[in-house]
Structure formats: structure tokens, C-alpha cells
């Protein structure tokens, strides 16, 4: 049940991430669509601007109406989009700026001038949406600022997840290529299971490397796993390919030998003795190892058995 938990919160992290970039995608489309209708306005509001300032010079009356119609038409358009906002609530000044604006047009279309006026409120609609933009751009950054961070959270959690995964679910200690305690554990239990069964026998082997532990400091990282290397290509080249060699812990090392009695083990045990002080290791304070050999019995459990054996370790 806990490895489904942590599985669903992974799967739920996924969806909420995804869930994010569509939203910063959205946002984004939003915030985009929304620059390009300010800048449309702001181009209304520079044509009225113009077309006032044309209309006052020109002498043609056919020109002027011209000016006129296309203005008005201008104008209607902007006071729809007017109608549609907010800005008394949110940004009074704009607001006035947009009313003057249009108020200088109808005075001009009176011919008298306001072209001062008009020119302050043009300056101060596009330094309003400036503003906005720019607040807007801050906005995007920051969302996307807070996207990378999510998404590298992701990253790292879900490669952390794989790798846990991966780590339990694995049979092979990683420094020595050796099967690991878990897969000990549970082949011990079956040839145990089957020892009882069917009454062969079984049989196993300790190995424990001396001052090796993680308080010791006579070896450097470098030259463990040198040893740890040295060792694990000693043990495969002498034990039987039925024989299950385990990396039991830090400095521990378990042979199961299935079909074998005691006395045949001691033989193994023998051969890895001489195999061991033969060994080419090249350090310095030299490896000392410890030996342990029992038989199983049909009346314990496979963790007593491992329990008794490795107390024999002398």
C-alpha cells in the first residue's frame, strides 16, 4: 500500500505539473491578446490625435469630411471598448484622459482647438499602458520563474523516485555485481522452504572482511572499492554456479550452497581461504576475514539459520 501511495503522489505530481504549463500557456495566450488590444487602442488613440490636427489644418471640405467620418467611426469604436472596461474603479486618470480625448475631438470638430489638451491626454493613456505592460511582462516572469522551479522540483523528484525504485527493486549490490541481502533473503527462504520439503540439504557460508565497517578509516573510498572489486571476482571464480553468493552488508558476505552438507561447505570454505590469501589485493594494513559455515536445520527458520551462522564468525 505505501508503494502504491508514493506511486499516485507522482502520478498526481505529473498531473499538477502539466496542469501548470497549460495554465502558464493560457496565461501567456491571454496576456499576449491583451498587449495586442492596447496596442490597438493606442493606435486609435494616436489616429484621433492625428486626424484632429489634420482636420483643424485642412482647408478641403471634402478632406475634412472625410477626416471626420473616419474619426467618428474611430471614435465609436473606442467607445464601445470604453463601455466594456473598468478603468473609473481601477485607474480613474485613464479614464479622464479617454474622456478628454474625445472631448478635444468634438471641440475640434467645432474648430477650436485643443490640441494641448489632446496632447497631454495621449501622453497619458500611453504611459497608462506602458505601465500595464510592463506590469504584465514582471507578471509573466514571474510565473515563468515559478514554472522552472516547479518543473526542476518534478525533475528531481521523479528521477529520485525511479532511482529508489530501482535501487529496491534490484538484485545486485552495485560495488561488487554480488546478488544483494534482499535477494538473499528471499532465496534463503525458498531453499529453506525447500529443504524442508523435500529433506536436502543446505548449507551456508559467512565471510565477514575485517575493519572494514563504515567506521573504518584504514582504507580510502579508492581503495575499498578496489578491494570490494578484487573480492567479488575471487569468490565468483571459486564457488559453484549453483551456489548463491550475496553481498549480506558492509562487510559481510553470504554464500548459500544448496545440496551441500557441512562438511562439503568446509571444502568450499578451504578453497576460498586459499583463494583469498592468494589474492592479489595490494593494500596496506593487509585483509583479514573471518569464516563462518553451518548447516541448515529443518526444525528453524531462515532467519534464525542466518542468525547461528553468522554468530559462528571467529
Known sequence: M?????AFRITLLLYFSIFMISLSFYQVFMSFNEIQNDTKILHKT???????KLFLLSKDSKEKQNIMNNT???????????????FQQT?????????QLLSCWDMSKKNQSCHDNMN????????????????????????????????LFLIYTVRAYIHMQMKKHAIHDHETKL????????VLKTSAARAVRYKDPLSMLFIMISDFGKGDTSYDKKTKKHILETFSD???????????????????????????????????????????????FGVSPELKFDYATAQF??????????????????
Not at 485607474?91 to 474622456?99: I, L, P, Q, R
Open 120 to 151: 497631454l491626454s495621449s501622453f497619458s493613456i500611453e504611459q497608462a499602458f506602458e505601465a500595464k505592460q510592463n506590469k504584465m511582462t514582471n507578471k509573466l516572469y514571474i510565473n515563468f520563474f515559478i514554472l522552472i522551479v516547479i518543473m
Open 72 to 86: 467618428d467611426r474611430v471614435i465609436t469604436e473606442l467607445k464601445a471598448w470604453l463601455a466594456e472596461q473598468d
Open 46 to 52: 494616436i489616429l484621433i490625435n492625428n486626424n484632429t
Open 297 to 314: 536445520d529443518n526444525e528453524e527458520t531462515a532467519e534464525a539459520f542466518t542468525t547461528r551462522t553468522q554468530t559462528l564468525l571467529k
Open 179 to 186: 546478488f544483494n541481502q534482499k535477494y538473499f533473503n528471499t
Open 234 to 280: 575471487l569468490i565468483r571464480s571459486t564457488v559453484r554456479t549453483s551456489d548463491i553468493a550475496c553481498r549480506y552488508d558492509e562487510d559481510h558476505f553470504a554464500i548459500i550452497v544448496p545440496d551441500s552438507e557441512k562438511h562439503k561447505t568446509e571444502l568450499l570454505e578451504s578453497r576460498l581461504r586459499q583463494a583469498l590469501e592468494e589474492g592479489n
Open 2 to 6: 505505501q508503494k502504491e501511495w508514493k
Open 91 to 99: 485607474n480613474a486618470k485613464v479614464f479622464e484622459s479617454f474622456s
